[in-house]
């Protein structure tokens, strides 16, 4: 049984007792999700970055210090994963540790936790005091039934894979309607790109991902885009997600690369207008079509190009690959953009016209990575719409550091 400890803890706080027990061996992992001591505009925390950095645990055991290699398997969200080894679990008693951070090309500063304890329970199970008994040989027997017992749960639970298979109908319809959330790999194989290609999605779901280049590209929708535009999509797809913003940029650039008031917050233009569609979605194209090399679909957006009276008064058909995603994507609706009134209709037309399932099914997907990031929607003269670190619909000056999560289409 394997048992995870989680922590939450800032840089400069002191952390609690961590508790392990006396002999156990990679039984007990230790789970440490790092946060800056910096908050945000919206005063929360902010995870720290530490992707592309080693993780290293040291221990105080007796006479000697210990050192244990964690894995990264977070790096957006600050997290690492350390086993606990039976190395450092002979002996009961309290042990001194801290946790260092540090990167291998020295571009990040090498930082380290407060000093922590950590607890060694003193376990029953002495191994120089067991004798071979009739009790001992029956907790022997027990604990081979359970390994047998784990055995038979995991080929009951891929025998109910196939049958869940056999369920459901191929296609984009079925497929839209369960959640499953599962671990893809590393790249994309070339049976999950012809299960896409060919429209029948087998044994892909709404929430799977791949983990590549330390971003999660979650599945959140198929054939979402699938007929739609001013020439017909007829590329069967799936619209691809990153759980976490790949990095922040402004709509409108200033000079400093800060929050300016005034003129610096404009929609002139509309979306189209912005800094961010003409140049500030590159460094995510790039992350993207290296990830998904060759796989990367184009297909046709209608964009707002044009304001008046503060609202979208008009827009235009283009090729997309990459884009920001919109209020109705994320929320179903429209929750801050402009709707017609007595004196104007707002250029509200769009080809997204639902809510991409992965946020129907599963909510908190909204709001997992519990940072500010820019949706596409123009809402008045100064104030594009974006969705706030609460998970809440919300609203930024065009001059706004916020973060990019696009959403794209592979085949």
């Given at each position: 049984?394997?048992?995870?400890?989680?922590?939450?803890?800032?840089?400069?706080?002191?952390?609690?007792?961590?508790?392990?027990?006396?002999?156990?061996?990679?039984?007990?992992?230790?789970?440490?999700?790092?946060?800056?001591?910096?908050?945000?505009?919206?005063?929360?925390?902010?995870?720290?970055?530490?992707?592309?950095?080693?993780?290293?645990?040291?221990?105080?055991?007796?006479?000697?210090l210990a050192f244990i290699d964690g894995e990264v398997t977070d790096g957006e969200m600050g997290i690492t994963t350390f086993s606990i080894p039976?190395?450092?679990?002979?002996?009961?008693?309290?042990?001194?540790?801290?946790?260092?951070?540090?990167?291998?090309?020295?571009?990040?500063?090498?930082?380290?936790?407060?000093?922590?304890?950590?607890?060694?329970?003193?376990?029953?199970?002495?191994?120089?005091?067991?004798?071979?008994?009739?009790?001992?040989?029956?907790?022997?027997?027990?604990?081979?039934?359970?390994?047998?017992?784990?055995?038979?749960?995991?080929?009951?639970?891929?025998?109910?894979?196939?049958?869940?298979?056999?369920?459901?109908?191929?296609?984009?319809?079925?497929?839209?309607?369960?959640?499953?959330?599962?671990?893809?790999?590393?790249?994309?194989?070339?049976?999950?790109?012809?299960?896409?290609s060919s429209g029948k999605f087998t044994d892909l779901y709404i929430g799977d991902y791949w983990a590549i280049d330390s971003v999660n590209w979650?599945?959140?929708?198929?054939?979402?885009?699938?007929?739609?535009?001013?020439?017909?999509?007829?590329?069967?797809?799936?619209?691809?997600?990153?759980?976490?913003?790949?990095?922040?940029?402004?709509?409108?650039?200033?000079?400093?690369?800060?929050?300016?008031?005034?003129?610096?917050?404009?929609?002139?233009?509309?979306?189209?207008?912005?800094?961010?569609?003409?140049?500030?979605?590159?460094?995510?194209?790039?992350?993207?079509?290296?990830?998904?090399?060759?796989?990367?679909?184009?297909?046709?957006?209608?964009?707002?190009?044009?304001?008046?009276?503060?609202?979208?008064?008009?827009?235009?058909?283009?090729?997309?690959?990459?884009?920001?995603?919109?209020?109705?994507?994320?929320?179903?609706?429209?929750?801050?953009?402009?709707?017609?009134?007595?004196?104007?209709?707002?250029?509200?037309?769009?080809?997204?016209?639902?809510?991409?399932?992965?946020?129907?099914?599963?909510?908190?997907?909204?709001?997992?990575?519990?940072?500010?990031?820019?949706?596409?929607?123009?809402?008045?003269?100064?104030?594009?719409?974006?969705?706030?670190?609460?998970?809440?619909?919300?609203?930024?000056?065009?001059?706004?550091?916020?973060?990019?999560?696009?959403?794209?289409?592979?085949?």
């Amino acid at each position: 049984m394997q048992d995870y400890i989680p922590r939450e803890i800032d840089i400069n706080e002191k952390i609690e007792t961590v508790t392990v027990k006396q002999y156990d061996h990679l039984s007990r992992f230790l789970r440490i999700q790092i946060f800056d001591k910096d908050l945000d505009e919206n005063g929360d925390r902010q995870p720290l970055n530490i992707v592309g950095c080693n993780a290293r645990l040291y221990m105080e055991t007796d006479d000697n210090l210990a050192f244990i290699d964690g894995e990264v398997t977070d790096g957006e969200m600050g997290i690492t994963t350390f086993s606990i080894p039976n190395g450092a679990t002979q002996t009961a008693g309290n042990y001194r540790a801290e946790i260092v951070i540090s990167d291998p090309t020295g571009n990040f500063p090498t930082i380290s936790t407060k000093e922590f304890v950590i607890n060694v329970e003193q376990s029953v199970r002495v191994p120089s005091k067991i004798e071979a008994t009739g009790q001992f040989s029956a907790l022997e027997n027990a604990l081979n039934n359970v390994d047998s017992f784990r055995d038979e749960m995991n080929t009951i639970n891929s025998r109910i894979d196939e049958i869940i298979a056999l369920l459901l109908c191929d296609g984009a319809g079925a497929h839209n309607a369960v959640y499953r959330g599962k671990n893809l790999g590393t790249s994309v194989t070339s049976a999950q790109y012809q299960a896409i290609s060919s429209g029948k999605f087998t044994d892909l779901y709404i929430g799977d991902y791949w983990a590549i280049d330390s971003v999660n590209w979650r599945i959140a929708a198929f054939d979402y885009y699938y007929y739609c535009g001013d020439t017909a999509f007829r590329t069967h797809h799936a619209v691809i997600v990153p759980d976490t913003c790949l990095y922040n940029e402004q709509m409108h650039k200033t000079e400093n690369g800060q929050y300016e008031a005034g003129a610096a917050n404009t929609t002139e233009g509309g979306y189209i207008g912005t800094d961010m569609y003409k140049t500030g979605l590159e460094q995510a194209k790039t992350k993207i079509k290296a990830a998904f090399a060759g796989h990367v679909c184009k297909h046709r957006l209608y964009l707002t190009n044009a304001m008046s009276n503060g609202h979208a008064s008009a827009g235009e058909w283009v090729d997309s690959e990459v884009d920001l995603m919109c209020e109705h994507m994320v929320y179903g609706c429209g929750i801050y953009s402009p709707v017609p009134n007595d004196t104007a209709i707002p250029t509200n037309y769009r080809g997204e016209k639902s809510q991409l399932p992965l946020f129907a099914l599963e909510p908190s997907r909204i709001c997992y990575n519990r940072a500010t990031w820019w949706l596409r929607d123009v809402i008045s003269a100064t104030l594009f719409a974006a969705v706030a670190a609460t998970g809440g619909a919300s609203t930024g000056g065009a001059s706004r550091l916020f973060g990019v999560r696009p959403a794209f289409c592979i085949s």
